[in-house]
């Protein structure tokens, strides 16, 4: 069983940056790849980004390339997803998830999710 906990979200104006942070708990925590999905009213879930259980392999939505960066600590159980040049079009529910490998969007555990509005 693994346990994640979001943290970070908040309002911010657009242009502006935002970092959440992500703890997992559990048993063998680093050999899960992480995400970060997020979901924006009335719309589905999606993929932001991915990261392979090092650290060594990143993916992401091609909406948040160049933009966003997933990074992770694997000594602290912690995932990070950096946030810059945020738009309007960034607000959502972001979650963090555990995944099989960093290919994928099946998700093995989901955290509970943390508010990111940016204001216009």
């Known amino acids: 069983q693994v346990q994640l906990v979001e943290s970070g979200g908040g309002l911010v104006q657009a242009g502006g940056s935002l970092g959440l942070s992500c703890l997992a708990s559990?048993?063998?925590?680093?050999?899960?790849?992480m995400g970060w999905f997020r979901q924006a009213p009335e719309k589905e879930r999606e993929i932001v980004a991915r990261?392979?259980?090092?650290?060594?392999?990143?993916n992401y939505a091609d909406s948040v390339k160049g933009r966003f960066t997933i990074s992770r600590d694997n000594a602290k159980n912690m995932v990070y997803l950096q946030m810059n040049s945020l738009t309007p079009e960034d607000t959502a529910v972001y979650y963090c998830?555990?995944?099989?490998?960093?290919?994928?969007?099946?998700?093995?555990?989901w955290g509970q999710g943390t508010q990111v509005t940016v204001s216009s």
């Open positions: 559990g048993r063998t925590t680093s050999t899960y790849a």
């Open positions: 998830a555990a995944l099989p490998n960093p290919y994928s969007n099946t998700v093995n555990y």
């Open positions: 990261i392979s259980p090092s650290g060594g392999r990143t």
